[in-house]
């Protein structure tokens, strides 16, 4: 046997092995896929096939460089330069390099990153004398971007129906309007954005036969890593290019399937085997990063999922320590016993910080952990994401707090002076600064005299108006704590209220921040004490004073000895010593927008097997019983996947007696706080957390907050006495029907693959909902 062969498990060998004909290689976590890969690639070229033959596809440059320089290592020459490896972008932008021509683009074309799309669009909204407010650029990109990557181009985009109703129920009829200037502005420019080095490949070679012909036989070997994570322009085109030769290996992993949001289809990898004859299926099953018992809990919970490839992952390392479930009272104290088991385990085992990982499914649960990691003095890094103290809409309030206790503050005044916007322009801003440089004085004070230094009427008002409200807030200062304060900012300078009225991802995301800003300082002026200021001390000058130390960009962020925070999302393909998933709550994780369906339901699955399997040693799983939103203390239930996983492998001795049962649930949420968490008497509980809610007074919301639409409810329906599945096959778009959750409704279309359609249908009382199929029964009515 060769040498590179030496050290691979039987399935491994079987793979890697494997020269002709397609191969799926379903890789559980922690398998050793980079290592089947880079061999079978070795073992190809060792078997005389040429190196330019060799087609490479991964999803990260790290991944594709990683994997050629293993293959240069293993053959001791040079010819692994001459392979094609990857990212899909990467390699067809070199191939439309060549081809440009053809379809009418230069050779040298240019690639537009995101802010260059964004710019374009904007520029082309503003031209079409449409709202940039209201056609967001994010807006129309992300829409755009998913057209493109569902193979949609301008022309279909305006000529299909379903697409034209969705724009007109979003209100921004006028995206297929924008998408073909955008499109016709690029070509004119010369330059391709992200998603066209994707079409622009598909409309080559479906388009021009002979270039179709010249791929598929240069590239007579493909490998396609993380399988399960390609979309539906990325699976036409490697179908496209194996036709001929059909010597294509995918290698996924079905339960790790995460990214439907960035338009991935599960589908491709589980529908391969119809997709090609006399498929050879591997399974790589042994994984070598986790214990055991972790690998137990991940297969049981995954379990749960229909619409997987069964496997049952192992391995030799141990059965490993049982899996510590946490229940705290809130998320800061969440924060607190994560920062101090990482310190314990740093002096009981000699961690350092870098075997540390948090993760979390939204980016706005980091700031509890910031601040319990920043009190303890461990170093951390946020990775995907930037500190939640340091996001824009963060800076942004808290430089309106900041220019309240200090009008002396330039920087926090130029930073909000015209956002929201107010008719303050940068000229105005640019006069302003250049008053105060000649006259020695804040740039406050300038706006204070702004008729002593001539500004036209119309600037003179707004900047008057300007000062009139922080005035306002100043005169607050006095009788109010650090939170009242800062609602009553959020409410007059209608901050949150042009937050909340963003309903685009990002939009929600910037909200949903602004949210837990203000969640953190009501932490603060309800907590006995305060670190960073006097006993009793509640103003806003206290409170940011300890945001000031908690914020200081102190930290070496290039220092590797970093305890990681972030989401399971960017978690993906990475491992650490110790694990702590937070926030194991049900409309958290899962996640409330994710809980309609049985295909979302299941992503959000698959998304806590990924978080689990991330850990090789200890994991720790926590949730609140209670979270601060929207200023005010809000119940948690635990997440239904703790259900799923199995309690032999749970050690429950900081979850109160485990998580809680149905009989737990009983009585008002005071009353389970109280009886949870071992506080003896009413009064005990009542000091800390308040009167129950028999005893509460009825307590307004302030105005300006916008209530976060709540997870959309489900109408109770129950089922015609008469109900009888119909046969799905019978199925199609206009069609009434009756669904036994849900109640009836009208089907708008049907999607998806002919062996898992999913329906889009319009319910009388339960609003647009997308259901699957093989999963649902429905009854024709009409």
Request: net charge neutral; aromatic share 10%; glycine share 6%.
């Amino acid at each position: 046997m060769q040498d590179y062969l030496k050290g691979l498990n039987e399935p491994q060998l079987e793979a890697a092995t494997h020269i002709n004909g397609p191969l799926m290689i379903i890789a559980g976590a922690g398998s050793g896929k980079t290592k089947v890969l880079t061999t079978r690639i070795a073992h190809l070229m060792a078997n005389g096939v040429d190196s330019f033959n060799i087609l490479a596809l991964t999803f990260t440059n790290k991944a594709a460089a990683e994997m050629k320089e293993r293959v240069e290592k293993i053959l001791q020459n040079t010819e692994a330069r001459n392979l094609y490896i990857g990212t899909f972008h990467s390699v067809f932008a070199r191939v439309l390099r060549a081809e440009a021509h053809r379809i009418g683009f230069p050779n040298n074309f240019t690639i537009y990153d995101t802010d260059d799309s964004r710019s374009v669009l904007k520029a082309v909204i503003n031209e079409m004398n449409l709202d940039d407010k209201h056609y967001k650029p994010s807006t129309v990109h992300n829409r755009i971007s998913s057209a493109k990557n569902a193979l949609v181009g301008p022309a279909e985009y305006a000529l299909d129906h379903y697409i034209q109703q969705e724009d007109m129920r979003s209100n921004r009829p006028a995206i297929a309007q924008i998408y073909a200037a955008y499109s016709a502005r690029c070509f004119k420019n010369g330059a391709m954005d992200f998603d066209d080095l994707l079409l622009k490949m598909y409309e080559l070679l479906k388009d021009f036969p002979e270039v179709l012909h010249k791929y598929q036989h240069k590239f007579r070997y493909i490998l396609i890593d993380e399988y399960q994570d390609t979309n539906p322009v990325q699976y036409q085109i490697t179908k496209l290019l194996a036709a001929v030769h059909e010597n294509i290996c995918v290698v996924g992993d079905d339960a790790q399937s995460i990214y439907s949001f960035r338009g991935a289809t599960i589908e491709n990898i589980l529908q391969f085997q119809k997709d090609y004859d006399d498929v050879k299926v591997v399974k790589l099953e042994q994984n070598y990063r986790s214990s055991q018992t972790i690998l137990n809990v991940a297969n049981e919970v995954i379990a749960n999922n229909k619409g997987q490839i069964h496997k049952s992952l192992w391995t030799e390392n141990g059965v490993g320590e049982k899996i510590s479930l946490v229940r705290t009272m809130t998320d800061n104290d969440e924060g607190k016993f994560v920062a101090d088991t990482i310190q314990e385990q740093k002096l009981r085992n000699h961690y350092h910080n870098r075997h540390f990982a948090i993760l979390y499914r939204t980016n706005s649960q980091s700031r509890s952990f910031e601040e319990s990691l920043r009190r303890m003095g461990i170093t951390y890094r946020i990775y995907g994401g930037t500190s939640f103290y340091q996001r824009k809409e963060i800076k942004d309030m808290l430089g309106y707090l900041r220019i309240v206790v200090n009008t002396k503050d330039d920087e926090a005044l130029k930073r909000i002076i015209n956002y929201p916007a107010r008719g303050i322009g940068k000229t105005t801003l640019e006069k302003a600064a250049t008053f105060a440089n000649e006259q020695n004085i804040p740039m406050y004070e300038v706006l204070v005299r702004a008729a002593e230094f001539g500004f036209k009427a119309g600037t003179l008002e707004s900047l008057q108006n300007f000062v009139t409200m922080i005035r306002y807030f100043q005169s607050l200062l006095a009788e109010n704590n650090a939170y009242d304060v800062a609602v009553q900012v959020g409410k007059h300078t209608s901050l949150v209220k042009e937050l909340f009225s963003d309903k685009t991802t990002e939009g929600l995301a910037r909200y949903e921040n602004i949210q837990e800003l203000l969640n953190s300082i009501k932490e603060w002026t309800e907590s006995p004490s305060n670190e960073y200021g006097e006993v009793g001390d509640k103003g806003l000058g206290s409170y940011l004073q300890q945001i000031t130390l908690l914020t200081d960009a102190d930290d070496d962020k290039e220092n590797s000895d970093a305890v990681k925070l972030m989401t399971i999302h960017a978690a993906k393909g990475l491992e650490f010593d110790c694990v702590f998933v937070a926030g194991l709550e049900e409309t958290l994780f899962p996640n409330a927008m994710s809980i309609n369906t049985r295909e979302e339901l299941e992503e959000e699955r698959r998304l806590f097997y990924v978080a689990v399997t991330r850990a090789k040693a200890r994991l720790w799983l926590s949730y609140a019983n209670a979270r601060y939103r929207f200023g005010q203390l809000v119940q948690n239930d635990p997440s239904r996947f703790i259900e799923e996983m199995p309690e032999q492998y749970l050690d429950k001795a900081y979850a109160g007696g485990g998580a809680r049962n149905t009989s737990d649930n009983r009585g008002s949420a005071f009353e389970r706080m109280q009886r949870g968490f071992g506080y003896g008497d009413n009064a005990q509980a009542e000091r800390r957390y308040g009167p129950p809610p028999s005893k509460k007074p009825e307590n307004k919301k302030p105005e300006y907050l916008p209530i976060a639409p709540p997870a959309a409810k489900i109408v109770g329906h129950k089922a015609s006495s008469n109900f009888v599945a119909s046969d799905i096959s019978v199925l199609e778009a206009g069609q009434k029907v009756e669904h036994q959750k849900f109640g009836f409704g009208t089907i708008l279309r049907i999607e998806g693959s002919a062996h898992n359609p999913v329906a889009t249908i319009s319910f009388t009382q339960n609003g647009e909902k997308k259901i699957m199929l093989n999963y649902a029964k429905l009854m024709i009515i009409g």
